[in-house]
């Protein structure tokens, strides 16, 4: 009989999971926990499943084989229905902010509360929206459309509607996609503010390094769909795993750079692999 899953194991847990989609396998086999309060970036390369983990948290996605777990609740096997209780404890911040353009950052802000309650007294809502904008330096753009923003500032804005409902994770896909450098550090020192003052647990799916180093408590590496790498960023920064340093040090690796050599048709004026050695 597999053992039972305690909350204390962590807040979230997911044991021997396995994700095919079309006879592909994705993901391959992963058990990992995370723990209450802590901030985990997934690092990897394109494809290798980071996302695909993230969705199969929140019961995005079901699993092929194996099990998810919340606070030690098992939720991978339960219905659409029941699955709207433990979703409500998860905020979602999307790669490109995803807000409703045609609503105002307030309307987007209100639009969880109203899915999930009946709102009776506007007035405390009105205030709880300003806390929130207030949370990520926003207070005052409540009759603002999304257009009217930038890029970084609609993400602080969606960063505002994930945390909404007061929720105690919070699923980050590529928060600082798009960004310059400036903007993407302010995502990331909220990503930390939230974690301090919230005591939010975070799961932030991300390409970039500097974000990872910061912000991330513990890195986990993924690569064709297992985990290759899995500690905080000392332990990553000096990883053994050739895969890894490639990653982190954004270096093409020698059979991608052996096709990107070869590919297409050559001509007598382009360069041959030999005037790369």
Same mark, same amino acid.
């Given at each position: 009989m597999a053992?039972q899953?305690?909350k204390?194991?962590?807040i979230i847990?997911?044991r021997n999971?396995?994700?095919r ?8 086999n992963? /058990?990992l926990?995370?723990?209450k309060?802590?901030?985990t970036?997934i ?5 290798c499943?980071k996302?695909?983990?993230m969705?199969?948290?929140i019961?995005l996605e079901r699993?092929?084989?194996? #099990?998810?777990?919340?606070?030690? #609740?098992?939720v ?16 979602f911040c999307f790669q490109?902010g995803a807000l409703f353009?045609?609503?105002t950052?307030y309307? *987007?802000?209100v639009?969880?509360i109203r899915q999930?309650?009946?709102?009776d *007294? ?11 904008l ?5 207070d ?6 999304p257009? /009217?923003l /930038? ?5 602080r804005?969606a960063?505002?509607r994930?945390i909404?409902?007061d929720?105690?994770?919070i699923l980050?896909? #590529?928060?600082?996609t798009?960004?310059?450098p400036i903007?993407s550090?302010?995502?990331?020192e909220l990503?930390?503010k939230?974690?301090r003052?919230?005591?939010?647990? /975070?799961v932030?799916?991300?390409h970039?390094?500097?974000s990872?180093?910061?912000?991330g408590d513990?890195?986990?590496?993924l690569?064709e ?5 899995d500690?905080?960023?000392d332990?990553i920064?000096?990883h053994?795993?050739?895969?890894v ?6 270096q ?5 750079l052996?096709?990107?050599r ?8 382009q360069?041959?692999?030999e005037?790369?050695?």
């Amino acid at each position: 009989m597999a053992k039972q899953v305690d909350k204390n194991d962590g807040i979230i847990v997911i044991r021997n999971l396995v994700k095919r989609f079309n006879g592909k396998e994705v993901l391959k086999n992963i /058990s990992l926990a995370f723990e209450k309060g802590k901030t985990t970036a997934i690092i990897g390369p394109s494809g290798c499943g980071k996302t695909v983990l993230m969705k199969h948290l929140i019961v995005l996605e079901r699993p092929t084989s194996g #099990e998810v777990y919340f606070k030690g #609740e098992r939720v991978d096997d339960l219905s659409e229905r029941e699955l709207s209780r433990i979703r409500t404890q998860f905020g979602f911040c999307f790669q490109m902010g995803a807000l409703f353009d045609s609503l105002t950052v307030y309307e *987007n802000i209100v639009f969880p509360i109203r899915q999930h309650h009946k709102v009776d *007294n506007w007035r405390e809502v009105d205030e709880l929206v300003k806390r929130k904008l207030a949370v990520v330096g926003m207070d005052g753009y409540q009759e603002h459309f999304p257009a /009217s923003l /930038s890029g970084g500032q609609q993400k602080r804005v969606a960063l505002a509607r994930a945390i909404a409902l007061d929720p105690e994770v919070i699923l980050y896909d #590529e928060p600082t996609t798009g960004l310059d450098p400036i903007r993407s550090d302010v995502i990331n020192e909220l990503i930390l503010k939230l974690q301090r003052e919230l005591k939010i647990t /975070s799961v932030v799916v991300t390409h970039d390094m500097h974000s990872a180093y910061k912000i991330g408590d513990r890195i986990i590496m993924l690569h064709e769909g297992k985990v290759i790498a899995d500690g905080d960023a000392d332990h990553i920064r000096n990883h053994p795993h050739s895969v890894v340093q490639q990653f982190i040090h954004g270096q093409v690796g020698e059979a991608d750079l052996a096709a990107l050599r070869l590919g297409g048709t050559r001509f007598q004026t382009q360069y041959g692999p030999e005037d790369f050695e």
